[in-house]
C-alpha cells in the first residue's frame, strides 16, 4: 500500500521558517511528479507548489520566492522549505504524487499555523 507521511508542521511566529518533508514508499518515486497543497480553513485546497519526475518546479505566486520545494529520488523525500511565514500561510499541508491518471496519492496532512 502506497504511503505518503508529512512531517515538519507547527506553530511559527510571522517571519519564521519551517521545513515540510513528505516520506513516500511502495511507489517508483521517480516516476511521479510530487506536490504540496494546503487547506485554510473555510477554504478550498489548493496547489503550493510542484516540483515534476524532470525536476522542474512551479510554485503558486503568493509563496514566490518564499517557499522552495525538492525532491531527493534517493530517499523518496520530498520538502517544502518555507521562509519569511506569514498568518496566510496557515492551514493543513498535504503531500501529494501523481504519475498519471490512476496513480495519485494524498498523504494524512500536517498542520501549519503562523501566528504570533
Known amino acids: 500500500q502506497v504511503q505518503l507521511v508529512e512531517s515538519g508542521g507547527g506553530l511559527v511566529q510571522p517571519g519564521g521558517s519551517l521545513r515540510l518533508s513528505c516520506a513516500a514508499s511502495r511507489i517508483s518515486f521517480s516516476l511521479y511528479d510530487m506536490a504540496w497543497y494546503r487547506q485554510a480553513p473555510g477554504k478550498q485546497r489548493e496547489l503550493v507548489a510542484i516540483?515534476?519526475?524532470?525536476?522542474?518546479?512551479r510554485y503558486v505566486d503568493s509563496v514566490k520566492g518564499r517557499f522552495t520545494i525538492s525532491r531527493d529520488n534517493n530517499k523518496n523525500m520530498v520538502y517544502l522549505q518555507m521562509n519569511s511565514l506569514k498568518p496566510e500561510d496557515t492551514g493543513v499541508y498535504y503531500c501529494h504524487a501523481q504519475f498519471r491518471v490512476g496513480y495519485e496519492y494524498w498523504g494524512q496532512g500536517t498542520q501549519v499555523t503562523v501566528s504570533s
Open positions: 516540483i515534476t519526475s524532470g525536476y522542474n518546479t
